[in-house]
């Protein structure tokens, strides 16, 4: 098992069987673990395999969304191999068979970029903050966000309110909590400082 697995999944299932919406650990956001509860909805423990599904569903609308992002910025030609490109990365492939926030952040972040170049700023900033809310980094969103929408003020602020609001709404233990939540982030940055990935 991946070792996010092993977090992940088992708070996935305390969602549906009376551990409340409260993981209690904020290393990551709430939203994956949101996205997992109806999957361990008929299981008597946690579920790695019935997670797993949803994270091959969730990288497949990875490919899609590169699709779409593909066709709005540069056509279909750039939507197929981008797609294609997607869809046989190695790391994709390996962490859409993992139920992990990485898929679900890239995936946020796909889509949050094609509704910027589609124009639909508001749209970008709700999925924005599903992506930061899938993962920390997606928060750096806010930079293609404020690119995107400069000098439409009232656009880009109710893009902004809308990417908080969806946060919010997903991952308000985190808020709830910033604290614990600051603490959490704060000690998985300094793993990875130390060398956790190798």
């Known amino acids: 098992l991946n070792p996010d697995e092993v977090n ?5 299932w305390d969602v549906l069987h009376g551990g409340g919406l409260d993981p209690g650990w904020y290393d990551y956001p709430s939203l994956l673990m949101l996205v997992l509860a109806p999957t361990q909805a008929l299981a008597d423990a946690p579920s790695y395999g019935a997670a797993r599904v949803a994270a091959v569903a969730l990288g497949v609308a990875g490919v899609a969304a590169t699709w779409w992002l593909g066709s709005r910025a540069y056509g279909r030609r750039a939507a197929l191999i981008g797609a294609l490109g997607v869809a046989v990365a190695t790391t994709h492939v390996a962490y859409s068979r993992m139920a992990v926030t990485d898929v679900l952040l890239t995936l946020g972040c796909t889509a949050a970029l094609a ?4 124009g639909r700023l508001e749209w970008a900033g709700a999925v924005a ?3 930061a809310s899938a993962k920390y980094p997606g928060a750096i ?3 293609p966000l404020v690119v995107a929408g400069w000098g439409a003020w ?4 109710r ?3 809308l990417a908080a609001a969806a946060f919010l709404v997903t991952s308000p233990f985190v808020v709830l909590h910033a604290g614990a939540a600051l603490d959490d982030v704060r000690r998985v940055q300094e793993l990875a400082r130390l060398g956790w990935l190798g």
């Open 154 to 157: 009232g656009r880009l602020g």
């Open 8 to 12: 992940i999944v088992p708070r996935a």
């Open 141 to 143: 969103l806010v930079v």
């Open 129 to 131: 903050g599903l992506a």
């Open 159 to 161: 893009a902004i309110g």
């Open 115 to 118: 509704l910027l170049v589609e």
